[in-house]
């Protein structure tokens, strides 16, 4: 559902991590317009708490700035508007030139990639290099 009549995004997932921090509201469509506002999943990606990989993107300098907290193992957990949870575990950490590289969107397992500008301490805008951490369902979960 449209937060407000013109909008042209939605929540579709709650976003907690471990350490306790505020939960983040992720929406649909990852425009300039909708990251001012939240993380959001990129169109195209996998459906979230689906196989494949999902992709969600957020600004370094706000909401995304926790990234640079998390830590291999970590968990942190998708809450979708059903009600239902989805945990994940953080499998890998990396730093990608997203001029000359392209994230795989094919996964047997519900995979999260949540993705934000680096370095997180640049002091201007832009730039090619993309802080990526990779989620997955915790062994016991899948």
Same mark, same amino acid.
């Given at each position: ?7 042209? &995004?939605?929540?579709? !997932?709650?976003?907690? %991590? ?34 494949? $990989? +999902? ?6 300098? @706000?909401?995304?700035? !926790? ?12 809450? *979708?508007?059903?009600? +239902? ?9 990396? $730093? $990608? ?5 392209? *994230?795989? *969107?094919?996964? !047997?397992?519900? &995979?999260?990639?949540?993705? &934000? ?5 640049? *002091? ?6 993309? %802080?990526? $951490? @990779? ?8």
């Amino acid at each position: 559902m449209r937060p407000w009549p013109w909008a042209d &995004t939605w929540p579709v !997932a709650r976003l907690h %991590f471990a350490s306790g921090a505020e939960p983040l509201t992720v929406l649909a469509g990852a425009s300039g317009r909708n990251l001012a506002f939240g993380p959001a999943l990129m169109d195209g990606s996998a459906e979230l708490g689906e196989p494949g $990989v +999902s992709v969600i993107a957020g600004h370094r300098d @706000t909401h995304f700035r !926790a990234l640079a907290e998390l830590a291999l193992g970590e968990r942190f957990e998708l809450e *979708l508007p059903d009600g +239902s949870s989805h945990p994940y575990e953080v499998a890998a950490i990396d $730093v $990608v030139d997203s001029s000359n590289a392209a *994230l795989r *969107l094919d996964a !047997a397992e519900p &995979t999260i990639a949540l993705v &934000t500008c680096w370095p997180f301490d640049a *002091l201007g805008p832009g730039g090619a290099l993309r %802080f990526v $951490v @990779t989620g997955r369902p915790p062994p016991s979960h899948w």
